[in-house]
């Protein structure tokens, strides 16, 4: 399986900041690569798809960015509302999640 | 509208076998291309996906867990089943069922297909104890 390591596991931010969260895949997987958001107590919303497309609906502070191996999700000025954890998954293969990044105040 | 909805036992004991299902409307899954699928999250923990299953009867599963799962369709009442066997304590977790959305982009002169996982149900708390 291919693995995916997130870092920072957490991240502690203001609102206005710009965070960025980055996933490394264990081999290259182009750009198949999603990334999620996760509320408490809620099911995971997908952000990002094929490592840069916005989904529909969600902000334009959201961006993806990276090929290969290195990815990316930049929120560009943080919103009360973006505390949460964020997961990337691979799709080029069986599918694999990250372990999560944790976005608090 | 799209969604999905899990149901099943929310306390189950070890050995026994979990059977979970996933109700689901606004679309179908004998049209080409559909997939629904399942993934868990033990409280506290990251995401890990069990198994996938196709319009056209394909199966994939998770090769850890892949002998203890079944996944099964019935789409003439839009449900996708999934069994596992010999339920332990760390099979605890919130099980999601999932639909599996997928583009086609042509890269160069070649087509590739892309997929992610969209709509999410609401998810279903299963604890394992005696």
């Known amino acids: 399986d291919i693995q995916m390591t997130q870092s920072p596991s957490s991240l502690s931010a203001s609102v206005g900041d710009r965070v960025t969260v980055t996933c490394r895949a264990s081999q290259s997987i182009s750009n198949y690569l999603n990334w999620y958001q996760q509320k408490p107590g809620k099911a995971p919303k997908v952000l990002i798809y094929i490592a840069t497309r916005l989904e529909s609906g969600v902000p334009p502070r959201f961006s993806g960015s990276g090929s290969g191996t290195d990815f990316s999700l930049t929120i560009s000025s943080l919103q009360p509302e973006d505390f949460a954890t964020y997961y990337c998954q691979q799709s080029y293969s069986t599918p694999t999640f990250g372990q999560g990044t944790r976005l608090e105040i | 509208q799209i969604t999905l909805e899990e149901s099943g036992p929310t306390l189950v004991k070890p050995t026994q076998t979990l059977t979970l299902t996933c109700t689901f409307s606004?679309?179908?899954?004998?049209?080409?291309?559909?997939?629904v699928g399942w993934i868990r999250q033990p409280p506290g923990q990251a995401l890990e996906w069990l198994a996938l299953i196709y319009w056209n009867d394909d199966m994939y599963y998770n090769a850890s867990l892949k002998s203890r799962l079944t996944i099964t369709k019935d789409t003439s009442e839009n449900q996708v089943v999934l069994t596992m066997t010999n339920m332990d304590p760390v099979d605890t977790a919130t099980y999601y069922c999932?639909?599996?959305?997928?583009?086609?982009?042509?890269?160069?002169?070649?087509?590739?297909?892309?997929?992610?996982?969209?709509?999410w149900g609401q998810g279903t708390l299963v604890t394992v104890s005696s």
């Open positions: 606004g679309f179908s899954l004998s049209t080409s291309g559909v997939a």
């Open positions: 999932v639909r599996r959305r997928s583009i086609v982009v042509v890269v160069g002169s070649k087509p590739r297909e892309y997929n992610w996982f969209d709509p």
